[in-house]
């Protein structure tokens, strides 16, 4: 008999917690790292994460510690879930601890302020492996609905496929359905401008506008997306698929995406410094508009949208009059 496929998911918030009981409900060992103790013993001794996923029941096959060693010893699959601007920090201190072979895995949707780095590059750049050891999911993935068991599907993107398969195989689940990508660019673009998109249409549900204000931000955030994708090499076909309009859909669609809900709380006019106060959770978007919005500078790109969403919520600019100067933009055909 082969031995059990061994993950170790350093995160023990929404996402790294629900994916983790992914990994252990396809068969893996799992061990989740998290930084408290009283969290690492409530999923090891309840099967429970009461702070992030309070009323699920995790597989006993899923078990924490806060050691990053035992966590990290013989991990096949070495998976990140932290926050993506405290990743190359938190990285640098598990690098000596990791298993001589493993592949990398992010779930992260974000790109690096500063750097304007995406995960994969950051990983890449702190733990000096190639990109055959490095791989994303991603895809329309809210981590409460995973963690209920309801179907899914994503995308695992590595640029050796073979890596792909091999992770697919250990995610793959009667409720959750891995595709395999190579195109960890596309996949990784799609996953940070979806969060800053989600953020226009959240503060636009929350100044009251309508369906059609929605299906034309979510369009048009696609075009953006798309635009900066194939400046940067990506295939743009990637952005039809989950990394791209599913996971759009999920996140613009959703109350239980925390991009969409901070931009609903600012829409309907709390502050900031509000808004940041009554958010428990990552909200990616918040920091990454900033850093897409400078990747789209680096190579030349047009993205209105999330200049608009910079504007809001870095420039304290008025909703009201965000949408009135986008409106207002010379007009276009709509392919260019
Ligand atoms: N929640 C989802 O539905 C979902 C789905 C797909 C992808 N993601 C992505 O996964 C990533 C993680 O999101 P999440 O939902 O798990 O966030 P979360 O806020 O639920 O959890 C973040 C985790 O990181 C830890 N953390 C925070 N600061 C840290 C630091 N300085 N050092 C080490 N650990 C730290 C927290 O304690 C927590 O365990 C994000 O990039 C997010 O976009 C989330
Ligand atoms: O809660 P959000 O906004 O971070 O979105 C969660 C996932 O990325 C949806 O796929």
């Not at 350093?10 to 917690?17: A, D, E, L, Q, Y």
């Not at 994303?136 to 496929?161: K, S, Y």
């Not at 925390?258 to 006019?269: D, I, M, Q, S, V």
Request: charged share 20%; net charge neutral; proline share 5%.
């Amino acid at each position: 008999m082969s031995k059990p496929v061994k993950a170790a998911v350093f995160g023990t918030g929404s996402w790294g917690t629900a994916f983790g009981m992914v990994l252990a409900d396809a068969g893996c060992e799992v061990t989740l790292w998290g930084r408290r103790a009283e969290l690492a013993g409530a999923v090891n001794s309840t099967h429970t994460n009461p702070d992030y996923l309070p009323g699920v029941e995790l597989p006993v096959n899923l078990r924490a510690t806060t050691d990053a060693a035992e966590a990290a010893r013989d991990a096949d699959f070495t998976v990140l879930a932290v926050p993506s601007q405290t990743l190359r920090g938190n990285l640098a201190e598990w690098v000596p601890l990791l298993a001589p072979d493993t592949v990398l895995v992010s779930l992260m949707k974000g790109v690096e302020l500063g750097s304007a780095m995406r995960m994969s590059e950051v990983i890449e750049d702190v733990a000096k492996v190639g990109p055959n050891r490095i791989a994303v999911v991603t895809g329309p993935n809210l981590a409460r609905e995973i963690a209920a068991r309801m179907p899914a599907a994503a995308v695992v993107a590595c640029a050796d496929e073979t890596v792909a398969r091999r992770l697919q195989s250990a995610c793959h689940t009667p409720y959750f359905r891995p595709y395999t990508e190579t195109d960890v660019i596309g996949c990784e673009l799609g996953g940070a401008v979806k969060n800053v998109i989600g953020l226009a249409v959240g503060i636009a549900d929350g100044m009251g506008l309508g369906d059609n204000t929605k299906g034309s931000l979510i369009t048009r955030g696609l075009a953006e997306t798309m635009r900066l994708g194939l400046a940067m090499g990506a295939d743009p076909l990637t952005f039809s698929g989950l990394a791209g309009l599913g996971d759009l859909v999920a996140t613009c669609s959703s109350p239980l995406s925390r991009n969409h809900t901070f931009g609903t709380n600012l829409g309907k006019g709390m502050t900031l410094q509000e808004t940041i106060a009554v958010t428990k959770q990552t909200a990616e978007g918040v920091k990454s508009c900033e850093s897409v919005l400078d990747l789209a500078r680096r190579h030349g790109v047009d993205m209105p949208i999330t200049e608009t969403v910079v504007a809001i919520v870095h420039e304290g600019k008025p909703p009201v009059v965000a949408v009135k100067e986008l409106m207002s933009r010379s007009a276009k055909p709509e392919r260019r």
